[in-house]
């Protein structure tokens, strides 16, 4: 539930001019004004479940786009049944809709494939079935070395990019120098996970796996884990465990109880298991710089 210092669920990831949402709680529309963020450049709202914290800021989130005069398509993906839960939402409200919304079903374990990326999936251990999303780009062309090209006689200007985009060069001698002659081996794109309202479990570990960045479920102090348990979330601990047993780089706790004021002390029983964790707050920003 909100209180006065946290908001509902909602994770914008920001990539080379697109705008993903990932769950959209009641009042994200207004976070993302307080984060200078445009609603009007949002292409893909992705819900984890149907828990009204997670997905019934969607409509207000329509309607103010249509009030703006927004033309472009939104696709919205979720959980088996987001199709006729959206619809049924869309029609509540006395407005006009000025532009089209897709609606996708997607099953756990589905794949999504985009431009420069995927998004995977996998389900969630939680009272309302539920989907987790990792976004994981494609890999990125190896680190170029001048010194190389310049051993082949190739000398700086069109044909340095040429080989870095994949294309092969020939020389005047008719030789031919190919981009891996010049390039080291293929990088790792980035790869960031979304399991929020969720028990650890072994598909987030899986899908989790050499992630940049894993935003989980810490509802609970670790000493709350019988009561995590029954309420389908997890403990900060816990949480930190699935970090580390997924080797990511950093962890993002989210979801944090009502009942927690001191977030210091959660940071710190995660930070027991895996130092590099955070506790989430309303507006962070944090910027997830490629592998080198």
């Given at each position: ?246 080797g990511v780089r950093q962890l993002v706790l989210t979801h944090i109880s009502p009942r927690h ?32």
């Open positions: 539930m909100p209180t006065a210092e946290r908001g509902l669920a909602a994770v914008a990831i920001k990539r080379h001019g697109e705008l993903l949402l990932f769950d959209c709680g009641e009042g994200t529309q207004r976070q993302m004004v307080r984060a200078g963020l445009s609603i009007m450049k949002i292409d893909s709202v992705f819900i984890t479940h149907f828990h009204g914290d997670h997905f019934l800021g969607v409509p207000g989130l329509v309607q103010t786009m249509s009030l703006l005069d927004r033309e472009k398509e939104l696709e919205i993906y979720g959980p088996e049944g987001i199709e006729e839960k959206i619809e049924t939402l869309l029609r509540i409200p006395h407005f006009t809709l000025k532009f089209g919304v897709k609606i996708h079903d997607i099953d756990p374990d589905e794949e999504i494939r985009r431009s420069g990326y995927r998004i995977k999936t996998c389900k969630t251990d939680h009272a309302s079935p539920g989907i987790a999303y990792a976004l994981i780009e494609d890999e990125r062309p190896g680190k170029f070395y001048p010194k190389k090209a310049k051993g082949f006689g190739i000398e700086p200007g069109p044909s340095y990019s040429r080989l870095q985009n994949g294309e092969c060069i020939k020389l005047p001698d008719g030789k031919v120098v190919k981009p891996e002659q010049v390039m080291g081996p293929p990088r790792p794109g980035r790869k960031i996970v979304y399991a929020d309202d969720t028990r650890p479990s072994k598909q987030i570990v899986q899908i989790s796996q050499g992630a940049d960045l894993l935003i989980h479920d810490g509802t609970f102090a670790g000493e709350l884990q019988e009561i995590a348990a029954e309420a389908g979330h997890s403990t900060v601990e816990e949480a930190a465990k699935i970090a580390k047993e997924a004021t001191n977030s210091s002390k959660l940071e710190k029983q995660a930070q027991g298991i895996f130092p590099d964790t955070v506790i989430a707050h309303d507006l962070m920003e944090l910027e997830v710089k490629p592998k080198n």
